[in-house]
């Protein structure tokens, strides 16, 4: 497995990281290359992990950007800079399963055509606990990536997955240019998405991104994510599902900023509206794991008033295991 990088891009981790390495530790294979990439941590993270593997010595490589850059600033660093085929990134805070490393290069190293590989992951909290739902995204087959791909569909898939650096790097890699300057950081909302849609053009060469239907992962999910911004999601989205539609056509894509600057008034004010269903139903679900009963009923109501179809899109893409 020396042609495999395992990758966790850090920003401020120091508070799970202990538990993150540990369970890279467990993984039943070891055999390939661990780079950590510091992306100008602020607290303990560099410390908490030289302590770590002072304490349970294994090779590792430790990178410290300059600049903060962000998360996909991290990810393209790693796919330009790493010296193996295939890539894996695992979130600072996350807990995979054993098996993680083992089942996904197995599955993406059994196939020439496979391009990328992911799998199901179960929420917990940040203090570990057990969350209902989980991310059970993803094309099973080939076959069933070969529709959906024709079709011009987005390709949605885990943050947690495995995938083939050279041909990533033939499509552009992580985008980090073409975006504006400033907060809300654009190019690292729906980074992931973007790299696997623009990977799909490449269903006309008999390539395939699927994922393992077993869950290999625990995501943990933070109620500091009500703050995500979710117009600036939908803004990404809707900017890949865009340029997706271009490249079908044989046109150019568009930078972040060309197309946001297309929107019409009409356009932006439905965008708002999905937002508006977002947010309200993401802070409605912790309100209710708080017990806040009639507070997260409102805000359910909220949402469904705002885009009747989005609760049951998220439910159909986190709670049913298809």
């Known amino acids: 497995m020396k042609d495999l990088t395992l990758a966790i891009c850090l920003y401020n981790a120091a508070r799970y990281l202990p538990q993150t390495l540990q369970c890279i530790l467990d993984q039943t294979v070891q055999d390939f290359h661990l780079m950590l990439i510091n992306d100008c941590s602020t607290d303990d993270s560099v410390a908490v992990i030289e302590a770590f593997f002072a304490a349970h010595p294994r090779q590792y490589e430790l990178v410290s950007l300059p600049v903060n850059g962000g998360l996909c600033a991290g990810r393209r660093y790693v796919e330009e ?3 193996t085929r295939y890539i894996l990134f695992v979130d600072a805070d996350d807990c995979p399963y054993p098996d993680l490393v083992e089942t996904l290069y197995g599955k993406i190293t059994s196939d020439e055509d496979i391009m990328a590989v992911g799998c199901h ?7 570990g606990e057990k969350l ?6 993803g094309c099973k087959t080939k076959e069933e990536f070969y529709a959906k791909a024709e079709a011009g569909k987005l390709i949605f898939m885990q943050p947690t997955a495995m995938y083939d650096r050279l041909v990533a790097l033939r499509v552009g890699g992580h985008n980090t240019e073409g975006f504006p300057e400033g907060k809300p950081r654009y190019r690292d909302l729906c980074e992931d998405l973007d790299l696997w849609c623009r990977m799909s053009d490449l ?25 995500t911004d979710s117009m600036g999601m939908l803004l990404r989205m809707k900017h890949i599902k865009n340029n997706l539609r271009r490249r079908r056509r044989g046109e150019q894509d568009l930078t972040f900023i060309a ?10 004010r439905s965008i708002r509206r999905e937002a508006i269903s977002a947010d309200s139903l993401r802070k409605g679900y912790f309100r209710l ?34």
């Not at 197309?259 to 932006?268: K, V």
């Not at 794991?289 to 909220?302: D, E």
């Open 81 to 83: 800079n790493a010296r």
């Open 203 to 227: 269903y006309t060469e008999g390539k395939a991104i699927v994922v393992v239907p077993r869950i290999l992962c625990r995501y943990r999910k933070h109620e500091s994510a009500m703050s």
């Open 289 to 322: 794991k708080n017990g806040r009963v009639f507070t997260a009923f409102y805000l359910f109501l909220r949402s469904f008033l705002a885009n009747p179809s989005y609760i049951w899109q998220k439910i159909k893409s986190n709670l049913i295991r298809r």
């Open 121 to 127: 992951l179960e929420y917990m909290g940040s203090e």
């Open 259 to 268: 197309f946001r600057d297309s929107l019409t008034a009409d356009e932006y």
């Open 132 to 137: 209902t739902g989980g991310i059970y995204l």
